[in-house]
Antibody
Framework: QVQLVESGGGVVQPGRSLRLSCAASGFTFSSYGMHWVRQAPGKGLEWVAV????????YYADSVKGRFTISRDNSKNTLYLQMNSLRAEDTAVYYCARDLGRFEYGDSRFDYWGQGTLVTVSS | QSVLTQPPSVSGAPGQRVTISCTGS?????????VHWYQQLPGTAPKHLIYGNTNRPSGVPDRFSGSKSGTSASLAITGLQAEDEADYYC???????????FGGGTKLTVL
């Protein structure tokens, strides 16, 4: 069965960096676009970034552009999110999600989500 | 402020019907981009509920239905059950921002 398992969250000071991972199994990882979506405590869902199935294209929310980098290693079935210059407002549960559609056509939809990993940015 | 607007909360008694609206604009829902819905039970990850405006993934009860008209979409839940108490989110794509957009979420309370 499809599984997405995030890891790498924790408590980090403002301005520092953190790398999240999302291990995928149960499907052909290299055939799907993948996203990161976050949810601040008690708040709604916020889209963060997308990466094409082959890693050739990436798009980001304005709130993280220039600070976060999405990447993937299809040989390891793993998605990453490198987060630099972290701010208090980046505190959230970060989910990875599989895209059943195609971002470039505007029809992204998320059929599987991981359980999430909590990132807390605090001094 | 979310690009897609949802009511913060709705409520209904068991067995009743409730609807949750999702209002967008000419650069997202009104531009023809599909609307998808997710259910998030307390303390869990979101679950795919409706895709392509009206379609249910396998395993989703037919008590859940979606519709879309103009710049808005709606999720309807009939025969409310206690286990439907959750947060519901709509999602689409915005062509002027070139991003995936979510509604702010609606908390459903079953009275």
């Amino acid at each position: 069965q499809v599984q997405l398992v995030e890891s790498g969250g924790g408590v980090v000071q403002p301005g520092r960096s953190l790398r999240l991972s999302c291990a995928a199994s149960g499907f052909t990882f290299s055939s799907y676009g993948m996203h990161w979506v976050r949810q601040a405590p008690g708040k709604g869902l916020e889209w963060v970034a997308v990466i094409w199935y082959d890693g050739s294209n990436k798009y980001y929310a304005d709130s993280v552009k220039g600070r976060f980098t999405i990447s993937r290693d299809n040989s390891k079935n793993t998605l990453y999110l490198q987060m630099n210059s972290l701010r208090a407002e980046d505190t959230a549960v970060y989910y990875c999600a599989r895209d059943l559609g195609r971002f470039e056509y505007g029809d992204s939809r998320f059929d599987y989500w991981g359980q999430g990993t909590l990132v807390t940015v605090s001094s | 402020q979310s690009v897609l607007t949802q009511p913060p909360s709705v409520s209904g008694a068991p067995g009743q019907r409730v609807t949750i609206s999702c209002t967008g604009s000419s650069s997202n829902i009104g531009a023809g981009y599909d609307v998808h819905w997710y259910q998030q039970l307390p303390g869990t990850a979101p679950k795919h509920l409706i895709y392509g405006n009206t379609n249910r993934p396998s395993g989703v009860p037919d008590r859940f239905s979606g519709s879309k008209s103009g710049t808005s979409a709606s999720l309807a839940i009939t025969g409310l059950q206690a286990e439907d108490e959750a947060d519901y989110y709509c999602q689409s794509y915005d062509s002027s921002l070139s991003v995936v957009v979510f509604g702010g979420g609606t908390k459903l309370t079953v009275l």
